[in-house]
C-alpha cells in the first residue's frame, strides 16, 4: 500500500533555532497536507500545497510540495517553546485511491527555552 | 461555527462488549474518515466514505464497523472482535472528489477497555 516515510522521528532544539522535517513516498500525490498535534487533541492543520513545486508559508512556517509530487518538507524557523508537539505529513492520492488521505508516521519536537 | 464533534471525549469499554463512537460535521463535506492512533504512533486508516451510503475499508478494518445514513454524521462501532481497542480516535472529513482539498479533525475520543 502507499507509504508516506516522515523524518526525523524527533527533534530535541534550543529555542531560536530552525527546524526541518520532511515526507517521502514511491507513490505519486495529489496534495501534501501538514498538521500538528498537541497531547490529547486532533491534529490541527497548518499548511495545504496542491501543486508540484509549491512552496507556502503560514507565519514562522514554510512548506513546499516536491517537484516529483513524492515528496514534500516543512520547515519552522526561530522555533518558540509553543511549536511543542508532533507534526504529521498527509497526502491525498489520485486514480483508485481517491479520495484515501494517509499519513506519515510523525516528528515529535521538543523546544527547550 | 463550522467543524468536527467528536463524542464522547473518553471511553470506557468492559470485554465483550460493543461501543459506537459518534462523529458530526456540519462543514457540509462529502469525505468522512476515522483512524485509529497508539501512543507514540501515526495515524492509520480505520474506514472512510465519500458519499452517503457508501464506505470503503482502510488498513485496519477488521473488528469495526461504520454507516453513512446521513451526510453531518459518520458513527464508528468498535465490536468485541477488536482484540486490541484501546486507542485514541480521530474523525476527520474533506470535500470528496476534487484534486485540490483539505481534511479537518474532530477532537478525538480516548477509548479505554476496562
Known amino acids: 500500500g502507499q507509504q508516506l516515510n516522515q523524518s526525523p522521528q524527533s527533534m530535541f532544539i534550543q529555542e531560536g533555532e530552525d527546524v526541518s522535517m520532511n515526507c517521502t513516498s514511491s507513490s505519486i500525490f495529489n496534495t501534501w497536507l501538514w498538521y500538528k498535534q498537541e497531547p490529547g487533541e486532533g491534529p490541527v492543520l497548518l499548511i495545504a500545497l496542491y501543486k508540484a513545486g509549491e512552496l507556502t508559508s503560514n507565519g514562522r512556517l514554510t512548506a513546499q510540495f516536491g517537484i516529483t509530487r513524492k515528496d514534500s518538507f516543512l520547515n519552522i524557523s526561530a522555533s518558540i517553546p509553543s511549536d511543542v508537539g508532533i507534526y504529521f505529513c498527509?497526502?491525498?492520492?489520485?486514480?483508485?485511491?481517491?479520495?484515501?488521505?494517509?499519513f506519515g508516521q510523525g516528528t515529535i519536537l521538543t523546544v527547550h527555552p | 461555527d463550522g467543524g468536527i464533534t467528536q463524542s464522547p471525549k473518553y471511553l470506557f469499554r468492559k470485554e465483550g462488549q460493543n461501543v459506537t463512537l459518534s462523529c458530526e460535521q456540519n462543514l457540509n463535506h462529502d469525505a468522512m474518515y476515522w483512524y485509529r492512533q497508539d501512543p507514540g504512533q501515526g495515524l492509520r486508516l480505520i474506514y472512510y466514505s465519500q458519499i452517503v451510503n457508501d464506505f470503503q475499508k482502510g488498513d485496519i478494518a477488521e473488528g469495526y464497523s461504520v454507516s453513512r445514513e446521513k451526510k453531518e454524521s459518520f458513527p464508528l462501532t468498535v465490536t468485541s472482535a477488536q482484540k486490541n481497542p484501546t486507542a485514541f480516535y480521530l474523525c476527520?472529513?474533506?470535500?470528496?472528489?476534487?484534486?485540490?482539498?483539505?481534511?479537518?479533525f474532530g477532537q478525538g475520543t480516548r477509548l479505554t477497555v476496562v
Open positions: 476527520a472529513s474533506s470535500i470528496a472528489l476534487a484534486i485540490n482539498t483539505e481534511a479537518f
Open positions: 498527509a497526502a491525498f492520492a489520485g486514480g483508485t485511491s481517491y479520495g484515501k488521505l494517509t
